[in-house]
């Protein structure tokens, strides 16, 4: 008799395995700090691309949150990948 086989997705690396087509954008957690306000101000977002974030943040670029408007120039104070 033959052995039933198992029922459920198959074990990522298994020969039952899709092989992975989507590759996920890599997100990370940032907070920036304003070095032209009087008193600490800070903001937190995430972006799968900080240096494109940055600068749209500063005005650089068109499309900066309009918190951060005032208080520009900002700078990267913390940054928290792999999620």
Known sequence: AAAAKASG???????DAAPAV???AKYCCYVLRSEAS???RTY???TNNLS????RHNGELAGGASATRSG???R???VVRGF
């Open 38 to 40: 009087a008193r600490t």
């Open 22 to 24: 989507r590759r996920e």
């Open 44 to 46: 937190t977002g995430i």
């Open 72 to 74: 520009r120039p900002w």
């Open 76 to 78: 990267v104070l913390c």
């Open 52 to 55: 494109r974030r940055v600068r």
């Open 9 to 15: 997705p198959p074990v990522a690396g298994s020969a």
